[in-house]
């Protein structure tokens, strides 16, 4: 059997990971997209990858097939921000049954990528890690979670066959007809926890110690937005939040926190805007989260 045809549209510190083990273990041909000096110095020098317990190199192909080839999964492990760039520059090697898998924060991705595409099979995505690009053709894994979960309402052998290669690559990998909630319940997770940096300029594991009661608040507010939209949370998903809270690294800052700090584009509208916005379409009090949201967008259109 041919190995499946896989693309990872992004590599930072989740796209960088995902296709370094997936080249390491040679069981799929892998496409990684990437950019700007960290192409040039994986293209010069491959792709290494710092790993909790192991350090490894790869050399992944950074061109993508010919056109008339349509990929088996694409994975847009790109910012919510920059999907309509991907998808665009990924279109021409989607095919019908290509499997697309958005790997960024938010829950709201599945209908804007089917929008922008028009072809494909378009699944909720999700994936628990935490890494960065430690310098150009460098990708840093800070801890040894790596989670990801991924699916549709209906699922195919070709989600199977992909599931398959992730796990034996050393992912792992869940593939589920109700990945909408698994991605609601690391949503709740995200959500909070890079608001409430983002807000208080502190690392996770500091705005857990010092503001316990805005972290509760916050959790009690994403969840009952969650069931507004039709997704069933409750205690037993924010007491798994707390627990998790309970064990963070020391001094782990979130993706939005650092966006925010270096002053990049940031993630505010998927993360904090999205739960503040829903809330008002369904007549939901919010206060924690819009008091960080305006805060957040005035600093981000430097009022702050």
Same mark, same amino acid.
């Given at each position: 059997m041919a190995k499946m045809q896989i693309a990872v549209v992004?590599?930072?510190?989740?796209?960088?990971?995902?296709? /370094?083990?997936?080249? @390491?273990?040679?069981?799929? @041909?892998?496409?990684?997209? *990437?950019? /700007?000096?960290?192409?040039?110095?994986?293209?010069? +020098?491959?792709? @290494?990858?710092?790993?909790?317990?192991?350090?490894?190199?790869?050399?992944?192909?950074?061109?993508?097939?010919?056109?008339?080839?349509?990929?088996? *999964?694409?994975?847009?492990?790109?910012? +919510?921000?920059?999907?309509?760039?991907?998808?665009? @520059?990924?279109?021409?090697?989607?095919?019908? %049954?290509?499997?697309?898998?958005?790997?960024a924060n938010g829950v709201d991705h599945k209908a804007k990528i089917?929008?922008?595409? /028009?072809?494909?099979?378009?699944? %909720?995505?999700?994936?628990?890690?935490? +890494?960065?690009?430690? *310098?150009?053709?460098?990708?840093?894994?800070? +801890?040894?979670?790596?989670?990801?979960?991924?699916?549709?309402?209906?699922?195919?052998?070709?989600?199977?066959?992909? *599931?398959?290669?992730?796990n034996e690559s050393g992912l792992k990998t869940k593939f589920t007809a109700d990945a909408r909630t698994e991605c609601w319940k690391k949503y709740l997770f995200i959500a909070t926890f890079a608001t409430l940096t983002a807000c208080h300029e502190l690392p996770m594991d500091a705005v857990y110690a010092r503001y316990p009661d805005e972290v509760d608040k916050a959790l009690d507010e994403i969840i009952a937005v969650a069931r507004a939209v039709g997704v069933s949370l409750g205690e037993a998903e924010k007491e798994k939040v707390i627990k998790q809270a309970q064990n963070l690294p020391e001094g782990a800052k979130t993706s939005m926190q650092l966006d925010f700090e270096a002053g990049k584009k940031t993630e505010l509208e998927s993360l904090t805007g999205y739960v503040v916005h829903m809330a008002a379409k369904h007549g939901i009090s919010v206060p924690r989260m819009q008091v960080c949201y305006e805060k957040l967008r005035d600093k981000k259109q430097g009022k702050a």
């Open positions: 992004g590599a930072g510190g989740v796209g960088g990971y995902l296709a /370094g083990k997936l080249v @390491q273990k040679g069981l799929a @041909q892998v496409h990684l997209v *990437a950019r /700007g000096e960290h192409l040039e110095a994986i293209e010069k +020098s491959g792709l @290494q990858i710092r790993d909790v317990e192991e350090t490894f190199t790869v050399h992944p192909d950074t061109t993508l097939p010919e056109k008339e080839r349509p990929l088996d *999964a694409v994975f847009l492990a790109v910012k +919510s921000y920059d999907f309509e760039a991907a998808c665009a @520059q990924i279109a021409p090697w989607i095919g019908d %049954e290509t499997l697309v898998i958005p790997l089917e929008t922008l595409l /028009g072809r494909g099979v378009v699944c %909720e995505g999700c994936v628990y890690i935490i +890494s960065h690009i430690e *310098a150009p053709g460098v990708i840093r894994k800070k +801890s040894p979670l790596f989670y990801m979960v991924f699916g549709d309402t209906t699922i195919t052998p070709k989600m199977e066959a992909l *599931a398959a290669v992730l």
